[in-house]
């Protein structure tokens, strides 16, 4: 098999470029990444509800539900770009409501175990 580059592939062919997963595959994708440790601890956001719309979409924390996915190379793949919140709301089709509820502190602390994010992250699929 003969390597090419990307630019050398568009030359004789159509590549296709854009993601292929549907919004509830990379729900899925991402429930089942939290899934396959469900102990693991991981840390909550701090008031998104509280924050201003340009300060929520920015927040992360290292260790959060948002960076589990943000680490999986088929969502990176995807399109996910990075770790924040507005990243993740943007790519997982997700109103505020609905990650807030996955990433929030106010509803489990400081630390949430994976589990418990993956259920939210199921419950959003809905």
């Given at each position: ?17 854009q993601p292929v ?25 701090a008031g998104t ?78």
């Amino acid at each position: 098999m003969k390597h090419q580059t990307l630019d050398q592939l568009h030359a004789v062919a159509e590549v296709n470029t854009q993601p292929v997963m549907s919004r509830t595959q990379r729900l899925v994708r991402w429930a089942e990444l939290l899934e396959r440790e469900p102990s693991r601890l991981l840390t909550a956001l701090a008031g998104t509800e509280y924050r201003a719309l340009p300060e929520r979409d920015v927040m992360r924390a290292d260790g959060s539900p948002i960076a589990v996915a943000f680490t999986d190379p088929v969502l990176h793949d995807e399109g996910l770009k990075d770790d924040s919140y507005g990243e993740a709301k943007r790519f997982f089709e997700l109103t505020d409501h609905q990650l807030h509820e996955i990433v929030c502190y106010c509803h489990v602390g400081e630390v949430m175990q994976s589990s418990r994010a993956a259920l939210s992250v199921r419950a959003a699929i809905g």
